[in-house]
């Protein structure tokens, strides 16, 4: 195996971040090789959100590195900076679509400023990907007329349109209507069929499971359990994956069975 | 006996009047565009500047909108030339010194509803840029400004016409700008209520027109979700 396949895409090296006095990252490691997918789990305020923006230092971390395929990013140099994100999408839980832009716009823009591509290529590659998560025919509309699950799907052929060789997902589904839900996790079930990399934070239990390489468990700023779904769900798993998701289906009502494998 | 308004109209007070507003729109429009620019600037500074450039630009628009125009526009006719940067001294002449005051004194307004626009986009949509890899200058150059400034247009609209109005007071350093030329003819003819009362007409044509072009401009740069609320 050449050092390329087996260095990991992207790396975290204890993470700390401190908000309003709580440690919110509290040295946290973790690292993503290629074509994984790996899930975030954990109560609200666990720090998935705080983790996920450490890595592309949206929210510089307070100490720890983050190496990008082996190489040590500097978060104090704007160049390395910009690098950095070009190479790591960010999907938000309440999409950030630019609101003044078509949707066709919206996916053009970053290819035009920051990779510097000619109007008509951007263009061109904005449609293709538009047309990858199935919306082609809504090119030209803007967010205002779009749905939500709609958004969502603009913000990830947003993402898609950079060739990002990790993207980051954060509760991308937890702004949507229940009925909007499937449009964009058939979106992320077709990307990670198609190989990508991709570190996930939901509450889509059943969902990840299916398709994650691995589950993290995240509590108090700590990952406290890290495993496949199998080992942390299977049968007479006492993991606290297990309880924290049997907690979840409790309290939607779904069937006990639910989280088990 | 005195002619009728109708021939005075045609013979004096028009033709005066006609003058005097080529002169005003020499001031407006200048002072109009100078208070957009530097409202513009001193906006984004207020909202994303370093922390002294924000005190700067905080100021600056306590300072001129602090002070009755008045009191600015005298300075910088009156007592600007006696100020000396070693053998220097800076005289205006009438207008330039009015388009400056004006503009300084719109731009301290203009900042006002442009901090309030970029202050009603929320931070997702920078965080949105930065993460596709955006500098914060591109991020607000693209997707910051083109927002706020929709969402701004109506208040800047709001000064234009402000400015449009207290522009008359470009006559008290001798500018003969619409004001101006009015005051002259009333002292020569005497027929106050004639000229004042068309003078009046002027002023409002001129921010009617205003208004229109105003309003074309907020179409123009209308897309879903920033439309003007229909009626």
Not at chain 1, 97 to 102: A, N
Not at chain 2, 78 to 84: C, G, S, V
């Given at each position: 195996m050449s050092s390329s396949e087996t260095t990991p895409i992207l790396e975290a090296r204890n993470l700390i971040k401190v908000l309003g006095g709580n440690r919110v990252l509290d040295s946290v490691s973790l690292n993503i090789g290629r074509g994984r997918v790996k899930v975030l789990i954990g109560p609200s305020g666990a720090g998935k959100s705080t983790l996920l923006q450490c890595l592309n230092f949206l929210?510089?971390?307070d100490s720890g590195h983050i190496l990008l395929e082996g190489r040590e990013v500097d978060g104090a140099n704007k160049k390395e900076l910009c690098a950095l994100r070009q190479q790591v999408g960010m999907i938000f839980q309440d999409f950030n679509?630019?609101?003044?832009?078509?949707a066709l716009e919206n996916v053009r823009v970053a290819l035009i400023?920051?990779?510097?591509?000619?109007k008509l290529d951007a263009t061109e590659r904005a449609i293709a990907e538009l047309k990858r998560v199935g919306l082609a025919d809504r090119a030209t509309n803007y967010p205002a007329n779009l749905s939500g699950g709609q958004k969502q799907r603009v913000a990830i052929a947003r993402a898609l349109a950079m060739d990002p060789k990790v993207m980051l997902l954060d509760e991308?589904?937890?702004?949507?209507d229940p009925e909007l839900i499937g449009e964009v996790l058939a979106v992320i079930r077709d990307l990670a069929q198609g190989g990508m990399t991709m570190i996930m934070a939901t509450h889509q239990i059943s969902f990840s499971a299916s398709l994650a390489d691995e589950f993290i468990f995240m509590e108090k700023g700590r990952l406290v359990e890290q495993g496949s779904p199998a080992e942390l769900l299977g049968k007479g798993s006492s993991s606290r994956t297990q309880a924290f998701c049997s907690k979840i289906s409790e309290l939607t009502g779904d069937s006990d069975g639910e989280c088990r494998l | 006996m005195s002619t009728p308004y109708s021939e005075f109209l045609r013979a004096d007070l028009a033709p005066g009047l006609l003058e005097g507003l080529w002169v005003s729109i020499i001031v407006i429009a200048p002072s109009a565009l100078l208070g957009a620019l530097i409202g513009l600037t001193a906006g984004v500074l207020r909202v994303y500047g370093p922390w002294p450039v924000r005190k700067l630009a905080e100021g600056y628009v306590s300072l001129f909108r602090g002070t009755p125009l008045v009191v600015q526009v005298f300075f910088w006719y009156?007592?600007?030339?006696?100020?000396?940067f070693g053998e220097w001294s800076l005289v205006l002449d009438p207008i330039p010194a009015a388009i400056l005051s004006f503009g300084l004194c719109s731009g301290a307004y203009q900042s006002e509803y442009i901090r309030g626009g970029l202050n009603s986009i929320k931070r997702g949509q920078i965080r949105a840029a930065l993460a596709l890899g955006m500098t914060t200058r591109q991020a607000v150059v693209n997707v910051v400004l083109p927002q706020a400034f929709r969402r701004a247009l109506p208040g800047c609209g709001n000064e234009v016409i402000y400015l449009i109005k207290y522009s008359s007071l470009a006559s008290i350093i001798t500018v003969n700008e619409l004001t101006g030329t009015a005051t002259t003819i009333a002292k020569n003819s005497w027929r106050n209520i004639e000229v004042f009362c068309t003078l009046g007409v002027f002023y409002l044509l001129l921010v009617t027109v205003a208004g229109w072009l105003l309003r074309l401009l907020e179409n123009a740069l209308s897309v879903p979700g920033f439309e003007r609320p229909k009626a």
């Open positions: 929210m510089p971390p679509l630019f609101d003044h832009l078509s400023k920051v990779k510097g591509m000619s991308p589904t937890s702004a949507l | 009156f007592a600007l030339p006696y100020i000396k």
